[in-house]
């Protein structure tokens, strides 16, 4: 049993081979949090609540919470207005202006396996695979059921939390705030550690102490975005590769979110991650329910090293799903470098004979092929066969590319719309805008609104009938833009701040459709490379384009920053051609090669420029790839000791 309940000590604790979690419930039925470490084997623990109770200043709701005051306590689910003055987990607004809300226990459910969370995309397990405890909570004022749920893998150390709020109350209230995970830890002596970035540097680490008040990650840009990944982790201050304890926490999430440490007065560090606050409410009518999405969460002893493997199992045996899951991926030639949107099936076909010679086994057909796109400023909406370049149409090229002996993969921006379009003559309201407003571009293009579902039946109905014309085995799936002016006027005024995690719900449910369609197609994430870079969209894509930026050594930083939180089966590195094409650096081959091969590696140049000996080069460094695939692509990766002073930036106190 990795879940047991001690009634006489009224203990929830949840256990993982190494590590241990366990909460109390107090006579005033609140849910003080008791430890997260290394494994104990016992439940009678509650002499771990270290709450000062002396102190003149903290206030205590009421008498039965005895000396546990809020301000100081370690709470399980902090909510606001009721005497903790830290960063809550949960806020409200009800019809009468109210935000106070509060978080009793009521009852409790343990079972095998690992139940769906409606609407989002999760890790899954089954029955032998995980425990789930869920405890079921209320706020007597407003009528709000809060359901806490907890799933156990205890062979990967990992407990993944979310949670659920329902309004069984008489009147309608609004969730101003629902964090899905917050963490009450003893002590302050942490370094936090996260991975920031731009588009092209996406990825670096960052590590340093945390500081008494608040320090957060963000994105309010509707994706997770290139500046922060949801990801980050607590360590101690001497932790390395290999020593010390570390926290890690990732959100299965792709929209805005936050994560935040707070080192309160009495030095006891809060950590929390989940939706953005920051423009989101959801409006809750009597019966109606929301669920906010999931955090993994694990613990090592031993080190850095141990709990990103630990993130790369629990990712590749129950959040990665699929036939591709346990596949190996096809090294692919992506023609995007090698000819930006000035291709025709000819050159195509080209490259595929070239690319054939050297071994490689895919080739995809980037951006430029519909509509009359020949650069970024049209046609996006159009998924119609530009034939003008692809001449004799899509299944000819793919029949002939198949005729080589490759596969063939497309590239797709389902989420946007260009001005210059007919989908846009037609609609112009289906993308997001505030009306009477200009409309914001990006790269020329505006987002579609992904929260109405008439827009994203007409694109899936494109998609269907590009992906059922031909044998396509791959899609590139790009985003190549942040949202701005966020609003749905087909949402009422009251709704509004609904809109921003309407569309993340959207792009779930057609990304869920396609993949649930085609299930045979190995769908690639992207957006402008690592954007969007996260386990919702893991959920259904088991691969990512990591980084625009293709030079090798910026490369190095970029991917052995990803894999903190994330396994080299799900970034996607290519060899491209010299002098790079974002930095304009010269690297040998053979470097380009050894870098692109911690990851899935693939192609992206034009094999007919290259000499003689850098194609001899090439063939057999993809004949070493696949000797040694399963290796690069499933393997336990240990990253290097050195990694510690070279990658990361260290601020210190
Ligand atoms: C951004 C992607 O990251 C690139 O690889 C390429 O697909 C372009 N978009 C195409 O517009």
Redesign the pocket.
């Known amino acids: 049993m990795s879940i047991v309940f001690d009634e006489n000590k009224r203990v929830f604790k949840l256990d993982t081979e190494k590590s241990s979690y366990a909460f109390h419930i107090t006579d005033s039925r609140n849910l003080l949090h008791l430890y997260y470490g290394g494994y104990i084997p016992e439940t009678d623990i509650t002499h771990m609540l270290r709450i000062p109770n002396d102190e003149p200043f903290v206030p205590a709701v009421h008498d039965a919470m005895g000396p546990h005051s809020f301000d100081c306590a370690p709470i399980e689910f902090p909510t606001s207005g009721v005497a903790d003055f830290r960063e809550p987990a949960m806020q409200v607004m009800d019809i009468n202006g109210m935000s106070a809300c509060e978080c009793y226990y009521k009852d409790y459910r343990i079972s095998n396996g690992k139940p769906k969370l409606k609407g989002l995309p999760a890790t899954y397990a089954a029955d032998d695979e995980a425990q789930t405890l869920e405890v079921f909570c209320y706020d007597p004022h407003s009528g709000l059921d809060i359901t806490l749920m907890y799933s156990v893998f205890p062979k990967f150390d990992v407990i993944t939390r979310s949670v659920k709020v329902e309004n069984n109350g008489l009147a309608a209230i609004d969730l101003r705030r629902i964090i899905s995970m917050s963490l009450d830890l003893d002590r302050m002596d942490y370094d936090m550690i996260t991975l920031h970035g731009t588009w092209a540097r996406e990825r670096h680490v960052q590590r340093f102490p945390v500081r008494f008040g608040k320090q957060s990650i963000d994105s309010n840009r509707g994706a997770t975005s290139h500046a922060h990944n949801n990801f980050f982790a607590l360590c101690d201050h001497t932790a390395t590769e290999d020593f010390g304890e570390a926290y890690g926490f990732a959100l299965v999430y792709s929209g805005s979110f936050l994560g935040m440490v707070e080192v309160g007065q009495y030095e006891k560090t809060r950590a929390l991650l989940g939706i953005n606050p920051y423009d989101f409410s959801w409006h809750l009518e009597p019966g109606e329910d929301f669920q906010a999405p999931e955090v993994i969460m694990t613990y090592s002893g031993e080190g850095l090293g141990q709990m990103s493997r630990n993130f790369h199992d629990v990712m590749r045996n129950n959040l990665i799903r699929g036939k591709w899951k346990d596949m190996r991926r096809p090294i692919l030639i ?1 023609n ?1 470098e090698a000819t930006y949107f000035n291709f025709d099936t000819d050159k195509l076909l080209d490259i595929a004979r070239e690319a054939k010679k050297a071994g490689i086994e895919m080739l995809v057909m ?2 430029g092929w519909f509509g009359h796109r020949n650069d ?1 400023r049209s046609s996006l909406g159009d998924w119609f066969v530009n034939e003008d370049k692809i001449k004799g149409g899509l299944k000819h090229l793919v029949d002939e590319v198949n005729k080589i002996g490759l596969k063939f993969g497309i ?1 797709f ?1 389902p989420e946007m719309i260009s001005p210059d379009s007919k989908l846009y003559a037609e609609h112009q309201d289906w993308c997001i805008h505030i009306p009477g407003r200009h409309r914001t571009t990006v790269r020329s293009q505006l987002v579609l609104d992904f929260s109405r579902k008439e827009v994203r039946d007409y694109i899936y109905e494109q998609m269907k009938a590009i992906l059922s014309s031909a044998n396509i085995e791959y899609v ?1 799936w ?1 985003m ?1 833009r942040n949202f701005s002016d966020i609003y749905s006027p087909y949402l009422p005024a009251a709704k509004q701040g609904e809109t921003a995690h309407r569309y993340v719900l959207g792009l779930y449910h057609i990304m869920d459709e396609l993949t649930t369609r085609f299930p045979e197609i190995l769908f690639e994430g ?4 690592g954007n969007r870079f996260d386990l919702g969209i893991l959920s259904y894509f088991p691969q990512i ?1 990591a980084s ?1 930026n293709t030079d090798a050594l910026c490369r190095t930083g970029i991917q052995n920053s990803y894999s903190y939180g994330y396994p080299l089966s799900v970034f996607t590195a290519h060899v491209s051609s010299c002098p790079n094409h974002q930095t304009l650096r010269i690297t040998p081959l053979e470097t380009r090669f050894q870098v692109a091969s911690f990851g899935v590696l693939g192609y992206e140049c034009n094999l007919k420029d290259l000499s003689g000996s850098d194609l001899n080069a090439i063939r057999e460094q993809i004949a070493f790839y696949k000797k040694w695939r399963d290796v690069f692509q499933f393997g336990s990766f240990y990253r290097g000791a050195e990694n510690e002073a070279s990658d990361s930036e260290t601020l210190t106190e």
């Open positions: 992506n995007w980037d951006d970024d590239w921006e590139k790009d190549n992207c957006s402008s490379g384009w625009d």
